[in-house]
């Protein structure tokens, strides 16, 4: 079993910076890797970033590659969204989730346990 929980979310001006936590508990965090997604209001849960068990490998979608940033700090038990050069079209809920099975990627179909979301949005 995994627990996770966003935070760091809110309301920013376009062009601004904001970090999102995902702190997790249960199973040893560094037996999983983690992935962000994002849902935007009456859209579909589109993946955004993810992260390897130790933290040497991310990916990222191309519609965020160069503004934002995946980390893990694995004495921490948390993993970091960090978000620069927001735009408007940035807005959505953020989830983080977590792939046991490993090789999930950027399907969102193969992570098995996901967190309740934070709310970024960004005004223009």
């Known amino acids: 079993q995994v627990q996770l929980v966003e935070s760091g979310g809110g309301l920013v001006q376009a062009g601004g910076s904001l970090r999102l936590s995902c702190a997790a508990s249960?199973?040893?965090?560094?037996?999983?890797?983690v992935g962000w997604f994002r849902q935007a209001q009456g859209k579909e849960r589109d993946f955004v970033s993810a992260?390897?068990?130790?933290?040497?490998?991310?990916a990222s979608a191309d519609s965020v590659k160069g503004r934002f940033t995946i980390s893990r700090d694995n004495a921490k038990n948390t993993v970091y969204l960090q978000m620069n050069s927001l735009k408007p079209e940035d807005t959505a809920v953020y989830y983080c989730?977590?792939?046991?099975?490993?090789?999930?990627?950027?399907?969102?179909?193969?992570?098995?346990?996901w967190g309740q979301g934070t709310q970024v949005t960004v005004s223009s």
């Open positions: 989730a977590a792939d046991t099975t490993l090789g999930a990627g950027c399907a969102r179909m193969k992570y098995d346990y």
């Open positions: 249960g199973r040893t965090f560094s037996s999983y890797a």
């Open positions: 992260v390897s068990r130790s933290g040497g490998v991310t």
